[in-house]
Structures are given as C-alpha cells and as structure tokens.
C-alpha cells in the first residue's frame, strides 16, 4: 500500500509539473502570438483529396523550412507560425508541386480548397499499383496499406502480417519484428484480452480482406504502453464514410477445405452512423513434428525418437456492430463491440520411441489425442472526441471492457509397446485434460493535446484493470475400479490479477528544417497471484518512468534523417507465470515461474529517408539492449520428459540495419526489397554457470507487383529469414514464395482473386538445443502452401477510406484497374 501511495504521489508531481508548464507556455505564448493556416489538398480533375501529401512553409526569402506536416485521410491540414511572408509548397508523388506564397497576418488563414494536378511525366511512368508507395512514415510509426496485398487474400491476418516486411511469424504463431517476438497486438489502436499467449488466436479470428492498414511501431513514443520490447503492431479495420448504406460482401474457398464470408454494412445519415460487419471462417489444417533427443546421462535408453501428426478443424464467427453519432462537426461519440466465437476440433497422434545407443527400439508409446476447445471474446466500449471548436485542440475519452472464457478438454488414449512393437495391454492408459480459463480487461482513456506557441503539447492518463484464471485438472483412468481419478500432481489452478495506471506527457514542434519530440511515460504496476492448491500469494508492485525522444531534420526536398530512443518494458505473459506443467505431452512439458520481474529494454533507432520520382529508399539503424530477460531453459526430468521453464538471467544486445528500397520501374511494374541485417548477443548465467551465445542473423523480402494491361494484377513475395540465435542453441534458416492475381470485374464494383502461398513448401520450423545433458533436434511444419480464391462484391460505392483517392488515379469507375 505504501508503494501504491508513493507512486500516486510521484505521478502528481508529474501533473503539477506539466500543469505548470503548461501555463508558462501559455504565459510565453502571449509575447509571440502564432497563427494558423488550414486547408485541404484536392486532385485537379477529379476534386478528390489526396492525402498524405507533404504540405511545407518555406522562408519567402531564402527559401529555408520554417513548418512541415501531412494532410490527413480527408486531405486536410493544419500549420502554426508567427505573422510573416512565406511560400507555401505542396508535393506529392505523381503530382506537379505546388507554391503559393502566403501574406500571414490575421489569427487564422483558411486556404480552403487546393487543388494540384497530376504530374504528365509520373503518368506515362507510374500506373495505378506503381503510384502507391509501400508505406508511408510518421515520427513514430510506419503506416503499410494493405489493401493491394493479393498475396494474402483469403487468407487470415496472421498470413497477412507474413508478406510485410521484417515480419516473420513462428510454428507456434509468435510474431517477430526485426528479430524480437516480445510485441503488443492491437485492434484500431486498442489491446486486446487476449493475451500474448494467444497472438495466434488474435489473428487467426480477422480475415486479411478486412484489414485497411498495419501500423508498425518498433520504437513508441510516451502516448503509447511501455509494454513490447519489440514495438507494436496496430491493425485497422476497414470502415466506410460514404453517406446513405453502402458495403461489401466478400466469399473465398482455399484447398484442404478453407472457406469464408463476410460482410461489411454502413449506413450514415443526419449525423448517425451504423455499422455492421460479419466474417466467419472454417479452416482445415494438418501439422507434423518430428524431433530427435539425445540424452548424455547415460540411462539406458539415451535416446528418445518422437512423431507427431495432427489435424485440426476450426471455425470462427466475428461479428462487429458499431454506433456513432457526429453532434456537429467538433464533437462525435462512438459505441463500439465485437463479438467473437471460435471452436476447434483437433486430433493428432504421438509416436514415441525410446532406443538404446545403437539406435535399436526399446519400447514405444502410441499415444492418440482427441480436443474439443470453444471460446467466447465479448468486448464493448465507448468513446468521445471533440477539438471544442478551436483548431489543433484534440480531447478523446475511452473506455472499453472485454471478457473471454474457453473450455478445452482432452483425451488421450496411450499403448505401450515393447522392443518388438508389439502392444503390452496392461501398461494401458487413459487420461482427460481439461484447460478452462477466463479473462477480463478493463481499459480507461484520457487524452489531450493542444498548440502551444510554436510548440504541440500532449498530456493523458490510461488505467487498465485485467484478470485471468485458468485451470487444469488432469484424470488417469483406474482399470481396476473401471472409473477416471484425479491426478493430484498435475491438477492445478492460478489467478493472476494486474492493474497498471500511467501518466503521460509529450512536448514537440518545428525549427526550421527541425523537428523533434520529447515524453515520458510513467507507469504504477499492481500484480497479484493466487495458486489455491497450497495456499500461495504472491505480490509485485513497481512503478516506473519510461522517457522517449525523437529528432529529425530535413536534409532537402523529400530528405529526412530521424534519430530516436525509448525505454520499454516487458510483463511476463499467464503462461510464463503459471507455476504447474502443462502435461499435454508428458515427455514434453513447460513448467511456469511465478517469480519472474518484468524486463527492460533501451532501444535506439537512427533512419535516413529519401525520396525520387521513381524511386524510394530508407535505411534504419537500429540497437536494442535488454536486461533481466526472460529465459526459456531446457531441463531433463527422470532422464526421459524434459521440461520447459522460464527464468530471470539474461541480458540481450541486438544490433541491426534495416534498409528499404521501392522502385518504380515503368506504367506497369513495380519492386520493393527490404533487408534487416542484425547481430543478436545473449550472456547470463545460470545453475550450470555463465554462459553467453551470438550470431548475425537477417531477413530479406522481396514484393513485386505488375499489371498486365487490360487484363489482371500479379504479385510476387518473397521472404528469407537467416538462423536465429537462442541461450541453449538456435533456429535454422527457412524461406518461402507468395503469388497472387487480381482482376476487376462488373464495371469494378466486383475484385476476383487468386494467390498461393509458400508456393515451393518450405515455410518450416527447426529448432536445435544443445545443453550439457543433453541434445535435441525439432522440425515442425504445417499446412502453408495453399491456393485460395476469393470474390468481393462492392454496392452503392462502398470504398474505406484507404481507396478513394486510389480509384482516381486507377482511371475512375469505368477504368479496368
């Protein structure tokens, strides 16, 4: 109690603080009075806004950057500066660039409407799917839209997420971003109560097609969670903001019988918005796992030879519902929720067999594994946002609460066999496993920013309240009495509660051909563990502040070079924690560890960016240095089971370049490659004594689109991951091959399309452990290469707001792309 006080205190003094600055500003902004120009970016000919067009004030008399900023979706924009003569210029890829010179006297200058016209030299060069470049880059994030990604459609998110560049996704589902899977999910800028975990299930239940955008964010800034050491990955949803109903329906087939629909409804009228979105999914889907041990104890059977083969059947139903209604153009209010359902069938079949240093079979275990799993994720919320009718002021208020349960039951069917294979009927077993768990997540948001003399001031408060319960009982089958008993060393229960309340606060600008930003996050983290099976409680309370800082500066015209740094954070995750084995596969078990401290990451970041008519490269420089890192330890149990546990002993350094190119190579082509070149070094010591591991590792993707005129889109990715560095061993390399085709049909109110992926099979897992007990060997693979082809429909114009400007430069309506 007496931390919680204390951290109360400290993040008041944070507030007073920042209060008091804020009124010097305001006092200092009396002595230099600011004005502010606003207007809106339209194309020439069609009066459609073209947003994220680059829109600077220059000095009349030599020309230098006084302010820079984008428009936003709608085209629009805001520029603050003091009374003067400026030239004002406008540039966007495809477009002649724009000057105006401006008079600046009065308080506010409204510009209205500006219109720019298309480049006649980018239209003979740059077609439709040329023009847009792979992403475009905030001071904090990277935006990529997704909406041409063919290779991915019909498909999930988790596929999605594959073709983008520095991303690699795991056998298990984890995600890793330039060679980090400690990463937050969220969904339209909000997390979600599934918990890492699950990312798996976080993405499995969002179809690609309804994703308009990824936001990559390797190094946040203060108004984001400390949380992710990795950075954050945002997925935003598709949404409509045509006026009367409009929408979409979407229906895609893949092999190995995979199949989806959805639908996408919006009807806006007098203020109101309604919105209504459904998708449901079934997906068939083999895996197999091989793996290899040997053991240097010397027992009788050293080595331990295992094959696993599984099926399994999901379906999952997400529906989304939304409400919004606009009080004039200052002021909205939002109700938001979701709702998903998700069941899967699974059955695989464990072959183990134990041999003697020759290799020959001593015994064998056939064991067969039946699952049944449902689960049900409800999430509501609701939230305000209004600028009080003043421009660059921006209030935001949310709060959501979200709640999932899951029942999950196993059966297992286990024969023993000799060194002939043949079956020993009395070492017969059958056992249940059952795996209940429910989770709740309660978030509440303030937010505020305002312009402050030539400043953009930033101040928010975000409280989070989440709980998790989950529970095993395991049964083993009595021949004798002919009914199941309690298995009382596997049976077990866990409450893990944690709260975190954080303060935040952000200060930036322009100088010049400057810009920079300066924030710090502080963060109150209650936790509280309960395991009633021995009465045990276990309590962590810590506070701590999280700085951030970004600097950037304008080299020319389209020339940036940015450096920035954050401290981050990571909690350990309900499967880290939760101190019983997970028993599954009883030669194969993980044990949790309720002890562990969260750990700790400065991570620094220096990007240079550079921008041609046909061509676009950026290169970032990156470090990250990671102390009291969770580590994942092999130990072996009774000589044969090994177990897996996590502990507090490592520090990580990783140090890497990542460079992007895009070139546009004629009307109809495209490329993009993206290398990330990193050196991951990790040193600790454990109950064997210090140990320390390193290796270079990369990733190379290749994206390559072209059209064949009147006729179709093609797409081409390519993805190449080097070996990957861990305590007790490594990852071997893998790589893998993306195609797809679009085409446009029913005067493009229709899209059909077909892609393939991992078109050569080679998207596998293999993983190599070395300790000195023993050694092991794990391949894995599932179900990749897929051929999937999907049919969207589009009525009363339904385009989200990714495509407005995009139909333009296609050619309009009757254009064939």
Not at 119 to 137: C, D, G, K, N, P
Not at 465 to 488: G, T, V
Request: net charge negative.
């Amino acid at each position: 109690m007496h931390l919680f006080f204390q951290a109360c205190e400290r993040t008041l003094q944070i507030f007073v603080m920042a209060a008091c600055f804020l009124l010097l500003i305001q006092y200092l902004s009396f002595a230099q009075a600011q004005s502010l120009i606003s207007g809106q970016i339209v194309d020439e000919s069609s009066g459609v806004a073209v947003d994220f067009s680059n829109v600077s004030l220059l000095n009349f008399s030599d020309s230098s950057l006084v302010r820079g900023t984008t428009t936003d979706f709608d085209g629009r924009f805001e520029l603050s500066a003091s009374p003067g003569e400026y030239l004002m210029r406008v540039s966007f890829l495809g477009y002649e660039t724009y000057f105006k010179k401006i008079n600046l006297q009065e308080e506010h200058l409204d510009l209205r409407t500006i219109e720019i016209r298309e480049s006649a030299a980018m239209l003979q060069e740059v077609s439709v799917e040329a023009a847009a470049l792979m992403f475009r880059t905030e001071i904090d994030k990277r935006v990529y839209d997704v909406s041409n990604t063919i290779a991915a459609e019909g498909g999930s998110a988790i596929q999605l997420l594959e073709t983008l560049p520095s991303i690699q996704v795991d056998d298990e589902g984890q995600i890793n971003l330039r060679g980090s899977s400690n990463l937050l999910i969220y969904i339209n800028g909000r997390p979600t109560n599934l918990t890492s975990d699950d990312t798996e299930s976080i993405l499995e239940q969002y179809p690609a097609n309804a994703i308009k955008s990824v936001e990559v964010i390797t190094n946040p800034s203060a108004r984001f969670d400390a949380e992710g050491v990795g950075g954050i990955i945002n997925l935003i949803l598709n949404e409509s903001e045509l006026n009367g109903l409009n929408g979409q329906v979407t229906a895609g087939v893949g092999t190995g019988n995979k199949f989806n629909v959805g639908t996408t409804l919006n009807y806006r009228s007098n203020g109101w918005n309604f919105t209504l979105g459904y998708n449901f999914q079934y997906r068939e889907r083999w895996e197999y796992s091989e793996s290899l041990r040997e053991s240097f104890r010397g027992n009788i059977s050293p080595v331990l030879d295992q094959q696993y083969d599984t099926e399994n059947w999901d379906r999952t139903h997400l529906l989304r519902p939304g409400i919004e209604y606009q009080f004039n153009e200052h002021s909205s209010i939002n109700l938001f929720s979701s709702m998903n359902l998700r069941s899967r069938d699974r059955e695989r079949v464990y072959q183990i067999r134990s041999r003697d240093v020759n290799h020959r079979q001593d015994s064998a275990y056939i064991r067969l594994l039946e699952e049944d799993q449902s689960r049900i994720n409800l999430e509501g919320g609701l939230s305000f946002q209004t600028n009080f009718g003043r421009e660059g002021y921006d209030f935001r208020a949310m709060f959501t609460h979200s709640w999932s349960d899951q029942d999950r039951i196993e059966y297992f069917d286990q024969e023993f066999r000799d060194e002939d294979d043949l079956p020993v009927a009395s070492k017969r077993e059958l056992q249940t496993y059952e795996r209940p768990l429910e989770s709740r997540l309660s978030l509440f948001q303030l937010d505020f920013s305002m312009p402050l003399n030539e400043f953009q001031f930033e101040i928010g408060w975000k409280t989070t309240f989440s709980s998790e319960f989950r529970e095993q009982i395991f049964n083993d089958f009595d021949f004798s009495e002919n009914s199941f008993k309690q298995n009382a060393l596997l049976t077990d229960q866990f409450d893990f509660d944690e709260n975190i309340h954080a303060a935040y606060l952000i200060l930036g600008g322009n100088t010049g051909r400057w810009g920079y930003q300066a924030g710090l996050r502080a963060e109150y983290t209650n936790t509280e563990s309960y395991q009633p099976r021995i009465d045990s409680t276990h309590t962590n309370n810590y506070f701590d502040l999280f700085p951030s800082a970004f600097l950037s500066y304008e080299l020319a015209e389209n020339t940036i070079i940015q450096a920035s740094y954050s401290r981050r954070i990571s909690r350990p995750s309900m499967g880290r924690l939760m101190p019983f084995l997970n028993a599954q596969d009883l030669l194969n078990m993980r044990l949790g560890n309720p002890y562990l401290e969260p750990q700790y990451t400065d991570n620094y970041e220096l990007s240079f960016d550079k921008m041609w008519e046909e061509f676009f490269f950026t290169a970032s420089l990156f470090h990250r240095n990671a102390k009291n890192t969770f580590t994942r330890v092999y130990q072996l149990f009774e000589d044969r089971s090994s177990v897996v546990t996590w502990q507090n002993a490592d520090n990580r350094q990783s140090t890497g370049l990542e460079i992007v190119n895009q070139w546009f190579v004629n009307r109809n082509t495209d490329l993009s490659l993206t290398t990330s070149i990193y050196h991951n070094r990790i040193s600790g010591e454990d109950e064997s004594g210090r140990y320390s591991n390193s290796r270079m590792s990369w990733t190379v993707n290749l994206m390559g689109n072209t059209r064949i005129s009147n006729w179709f889109s093609f797409q081409l990715i390519a993805n190449y991951r080097g070996p990957i560095v861990l305590p007790q061993g490594s990852i071997d390399p893998r790589y893998s091959l993306n195609i797809g085709f679009r085409r446009e049909v029913l005067n493009r109110n229709g899209t059909i399309s077909l892609s393939v992926s991992d078109v050569l099979k080679t998207r596998n897992f293999t993983l190599n452990t070395e300790s000195p007990d023993f050694n092991q060997r794990r391949y894995f693979e599932r179900e990749s290469r897929v051929l999937n082809l999907s049919f969207t429909y589009r009525f009363r114009g339904y385009q989200d707001r990714s495509d407005r400007r995009q139909q333009q430069i296609n050619g309009g309506e009757d254009a064939v792309f």
